[in-house]
C-alpha cells in the first residue's frame, strides 16, 4: 500500500472498538483523506465524530466499499464472512477484528511487535487477534527470543468491554442498581439485554464463548490456537481458563510459560523493558505492579508480578494488564494498517 492519504472505512464505527479506532485514527494521525463510518440500520441518521467534526454514518451494504482503500471491520463474525470479501473485490485492504479468518492458513494473523514480517503474504484481507491473545503475546513473545516458549497455562481476567459497548453498559446499569439498592431489588438481578449469562457485578463468570466439545470454550481455545499461530510455535502444551471479571475496560492475565533454557528474572525484566508495546512494572514490595484501572486507556501492555517458579524448572509466573479496547483490539488494527503502509 503507498504512503498517500487513504480513504477509509470503519465497519461498526458506533460499537465499543469501532469508536476507539476512529480515536486512534485521529491520535496516530493516520493519513485519512476521508473517512466512511459503516454500522447497521439500527444507526441511520446518526453521525461520529472525527477531527472535531460529525460524519454521517452509512448503513452497511453491498455498494459500502467502492473507492474505499483500507476497511477496518469490527461488527462480529458474520458481518465480516459477508463483507470483507466484498472489500477486498472492491480493491480496499481489509483489517478485520472479527474471529471469521483468524485461523485461515492463507491469512495473516498478526500483532506487530512480534510477526509483522507475515503482513507482506496478505491476500487483501489481514486477521487482527483476540484480545487476550495479542494481550499476552506482546509481554512474552520478548522472552520466547531468548528461549524458546515450550508450555503456556493461562489465565484470564476479562473486562466487560470484551462483549463491546453492551457488556460495559450492562455492568454499569448492575453496579448503578446496586449504589441504589432497595430492598426491592434482589442482589442477583441481572440486567436487562446484559450479552452476560449472569450478573457481572460482584462476581465472575468462568465461561465466555460457547463451550466445545472437549470441555474448554472457544475463547480458551482461540488462545491456544492463535498464539501457536502468531508465534510461529510447534504445538506445545498451552491450556488457559478465560473469565470475565466486573471490569470495565482492561484485562489481566496470569500466564505460567516454561522455556527451553534457564533464564534468570534480570535477563526477563531486561528482555521486556527492551521490547516496543509492553512495559515493566515489577515493584511488588511497593505495591506496584499493571493493575486494569491504571492500565485502562494505555497503549502498551504492563508486566509484573515477575517468579521464577520454586520448584518446576525453567518456568516462570507473570502478571499481564492490557487495554482490551486499545492494544487488545482498536490499536493493534491501526498499528497493523501503518506496517502496511511502510510496507
Ligand atoms: P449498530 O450500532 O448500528 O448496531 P459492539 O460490539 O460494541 O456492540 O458494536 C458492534 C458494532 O457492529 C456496532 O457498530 C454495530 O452497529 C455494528 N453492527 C452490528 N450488526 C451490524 C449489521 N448487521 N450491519 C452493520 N453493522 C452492524
Given at each position: 500500500?503507498q504512503?498517500?492519504?487513504?480513504r ?34 439500527r444507526s ?9 467534526k460529525?460524519v ?15 476497511a ?14 466484498q ?11 472479527s ?26 484481507i ?18 520466547h ?11 484470564t ?6 462483549a463491546?459497548?453492551?457488556?460495559m ?8 442498581g ?32 460457547v463451550?466445545q ?47 527451553r ?38 497503549d ?7 517468579r ?9 509466573d ?5 487495554d ?7 490499536l ?8 502496511l503502509?511502510?510496507?
Amino acid at each position: 500500500m503507498q504512503r498517500r492519504k487513504l480513504r477509509v472505512a470503519v465497519v461498526g464505527a458506533t460499537g465499543a472498538v469501532g469508536e476507539e479506532m476512529l480515536r486512534v485514527l485521529e491520535t496516530r494521525q493516520f493519513p485519512v483523506s476521508d473517512l466512511v463510518p459503516l454500522a447497521s440500520e439500527r444507526s441511520r441518521g446518526r453521525s461520529v465524530a472525527f477531527r472535531g467534526k460529525p460524519v454521517d454514518i452509512r448503513v452497511l451494504g453491498k455498494e459500502s466499499f467502492q473507492g474505499i482503500d483500507l476497511a477496518l471491520f469490527s461488527a462480529g463474525a458474520s458481518i465480516s464472512r459477508e463483507f470483507a470479501p466484498q472489500a477486498v473485490r472492491a480493491g480496499a485492504v481489509v483489517v478485520d477484528n472479527s474471529s471469521a479468518f483468524r485461523m485461515d492458513p492463507e491469512i495473516p494473523l498478526i500483532v506487530p511487535e512480534v510477526n509483522s514480517e507475515m503482513i507482506s503474504r496478505h491476500k487483501g484481507i489481514i486477521a487482527n487477534p483476540n484480545c487476550s491473545t495479542i494481550i499476552m503475546v506482546v509481554a512474552i513473545a520478548p522472552i520466547h527470543r531468548l528461549s524458546p516458549i515450550q508450555r503456556i497455562v493461562a489465565s484470564t481476567y476479562q473486562a466487560a468491554s470484551g462483549a463491546g459497548a453492551k457488556g460495559m453498559d450492562a455492568l454499569l446499569r448492575e453496579v448503578e442498581g446496586e449504589n441504589q439498592r432497595s430492598t426491592s431489588v434482589p442482589l442477583n438481578s441481572r440486567a436487562k439485554d446484559s450479552p452476560f449469562p449472569h450478573r457481572l457485578a460482584g462476581n465472575l463468570i468462568p465461561r465466555i464463548d460457547v463451550l466445545q466439545e472437549n470441555g474448554y470454550t472457544k475463547e480458551e481455545m482461540k488462545l491456544v490456537f492463535e498464539t501457536r499461530k502468531i508465534m510461529g510455535l510447534p504445538p506445545i502444551p498451552i491450556s488457559a481458563t478465560c473469565v470475565r471479571v466486573p471490569v470495565e475496560r482492561a484485562h489481566s492475565e496470569s500466564v505460567q510459560i516454561t522455556t527451553r533454557d534457564p533464564l534468570s528474572l534480570e535477563e526477563i525484566r531486561e528482555a521486556i523493558q527492551n521490547s516496543p508495546g509492553v512495559q515493566l512494572q515489577d515493584s511488588p514490595r511497593e505495591d506496584v505492579y499493571p493493575m486494569p484501572l491504571i492500565v485502562s486507556g494505555e497503549d502498551d501492555v504492563f508486566v509484573g508480578r515477575i517468579r521464577k517458579h520454586p520448584d518446576e524448572r525453567n518456568t516462570y509466573d507473570l502478571w499481564i494488564v492490557g487495554d482490551q479496547i486499545r492494544k487488545g483490539a482498536a490499536l493493534n488494527a491501526v498499528q497493523i494498517a501503518e506496517k502496511l503502509l511502510d510496507g
